[in-house]
């Protein structure tokens, strides 16, 4: 009789254990006292490291972007600024490439004199630096001119007298035959130019005066060679240097007669 109440009274104690778990299972725990992690979000440290990286790398990326386009800016303008300069070279190269033989004081028709140095043109008001009838002439039908032409080029002051420097002009005379003085074309090329010199080597040693235009005169022929240098005007450091190119003439005209004693001192 007392084994059968001491076990009745151990199932009683172990059924109100089973239903004080059960009654403690069901009910919600909070989140700051579960002591289990959670893993259905991004911690508070994980959000500020991401946030951190993400500006780093953003930081990274425009610092990258603006040195890229201050490069591409630069270079823009140096370009634009060598642009000018290429093409008064080139069309000076041509004129002298294609230069004709002089006249030394002939009536030659297919040739023309060949003049360095601070010059007066017929026709043109401003003192030139060169003068040369070179074989540059553009063919057209409507226009009855051949290849032949006299081509000068001079600094003149700019329209803007704000702009320092000159201007450089190449002018040019299609009608190298006409009786009256003809008329010349004034070809723009440059802007800001400080000064501009031609010299011409002999083959032996350079000149910075060059003339073909008498019977008597020392120079009787093209040139070998001639230097072009441009000083750009301003205070930019990258201005100091002047501008050098140097053109050979192949254009040479060979002849036998016998030069003039008084002229070449002999």
């Not at 059960?22 to 959670?38: E, I, N, W």
């Not at 190269?93 to 360095?116: E, H, M, W, Y």
């Not at 007298?161 to 000159?166: A, F, L, V």
């Not at 060979?254 to 002999?266: K, S």
Request: with cysteine; net charge neutral.
């Amino acid at each position: 009789m007392m084994i059968s109440s001491k076990s009745s009274r151990e199932s009683r104690v172990e059924s109100r254990k089973q239903t004080s778990s059960a009654r403690v299972s069901d009910c919600p725990r909070s989140p700051a006292l579960d002591p289990r992690p959670s893993t259905g979000a991004f911690t508070l440290v994980e959000m500020i490291l991401a946030v951190g990286v993400a500006a780093l790398v953003m930081g990274v990326v425009g610092g990258v972007f603006f040195t890229a386009l201050h490069v591409r800016e630069v270079t823009q303008a140096a370009v634009d600024q060598a642009a000018p300069v290429d093409q008064a070279l080139a069309v000076m190269r041509r004129d002298l490439q294609c230069a004709v033989t002089p006249t030394n004081g002939t009536s030659k028709i297919v040739s023309g004199d060949f003049r360095v140095g601070t010059l007066i043109s017929p026709g043109i008001s401003q003192p030139v630096e060169i003068e040369m009838f070179t074989a540059t002439g553009a063919l057209r039908d409507g226009a009855p001119w051949g290849d032949i032409q006299k081509v000068t080029y001079e600094l003149r002051d700019p329209a803007d007298r704000n702009e320092p420097g000159k201007d450089l002009y190449r002018t040019v005379t299609r009608n190298v035959l006409a009786t009256s003085l003809p008329s010349a074309d004034n070809q723009w090329l440059l802007g800001g130019v400080q000064s501009i010199a031609f010299s011409c080597f002999d083959g032996s040693q350079w000149s910075d005066t060059w003339d073909t235009t008498g019977a008597t005169s020392a120079n009787t022929n093209l040139p070998v060679a001639v230097r072009v240098r441009i000083q750009l005007a301003g205070s930019n450091p990258v201005n100091t240097a002047p501008i050098e190119m140097l053109v050979p003439i192949d254009s040479q005209s060979r002849t036998n007669a016998v030069l003039n004693p008084t002229a070449t001192g002999g």
